[in-house]
């Protein structure tokens, strides 16, 4: 796949502090942008740091595969993640989650990259079923569903936004196994 214009993609191993500070300044714009991504305002760097540290000694304990997007000058502007550490009952299972891309590198096809990164990561993961969750009515989930991801349904009153409106959430899946 033909990724975006100086856009890199890059499977990290480890976290460092310059990939916390890089995914928290890209998290932090999403939701002042007001994505329901988890957090409520205020969103703070404390917050976002918190957050990623969590994820970065998730990923050391190898619970999940984390994808970034770097522009030109080597700046995190997009992410997402598969969560690995699924029951033991579902071990061909993954979650495809926190899927963000900063506001300044939207609608370039960033996201499209890091989808199908995530995609190809999963299945070398041994993970053939991927389920996600996301807003109703959503930029990202035009692009699920674009992507060939199934639709379940949808669950009201699911999460709020981050001023504390309600918000539904769609689910989906794709088997990878075709
Ligand atoms: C949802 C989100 C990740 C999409 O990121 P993105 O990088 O803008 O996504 P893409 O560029 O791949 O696709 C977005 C749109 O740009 C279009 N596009 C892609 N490349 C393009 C290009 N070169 N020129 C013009 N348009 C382009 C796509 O067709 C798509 O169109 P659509 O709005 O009709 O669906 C981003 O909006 C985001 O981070 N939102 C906030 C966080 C969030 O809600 N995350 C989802 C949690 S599940």
Same mark, same amino acid.
């Given at each position: 796949m033909k990724l975006p214009s100086g856009i890199q993609i890059r499977c990290l191993q480890t976290m460092g502090e310059r990939e916390i500070q890089g995914l928290s300044d890209v998290l932090i714009d999403c939701v002042e942008g007001?994505?329901? &991504?988890?957090?409520?305002? %205020?969103?703070?760097r404390a917050k976002a740091e918190a957050f990623w540290r969590g994820v970065a000694a998730s990923l050391a304990r190898g619970e999940r595969i984390v994808i970034v997007a770097e522009d030109e000058a080597g700046t995190i502007v997009g992410t997402a993640q598969v969560i690995?550490? &699924?029951?033991?009952?579902? %071990?061909?299972r993954g979650d495809v989650a926190k899927m963000l891309v900063h506001r300044r590198a939207r609608r370039r096809g960033v996201a499209t990259a890091l989808l199908a990164a995530a995609e190809r990561s999963a299945l070398a993961a041994g993970r053939t079923l991927l389920v996600l969750d996301t807003v109703t009515g959503s930029d990202a989930e035009r692009l699920y569903a674009r992507q060939g991801w199934e639709r379940c349904g949808e669950i009201p009153n699911y999460a709020l936004w981050p001023d504390g409106r309600p918000c539904a959430t769609t689910i989906f899946f794709k088997s990878l196994r075709s």
């Open positions: 007001g994505a329901s &991504v988890s957090f409520m305002f %205020p969103m703070t690995l550490n &699924v029951p033991e009952n579902q %071990p061909h």
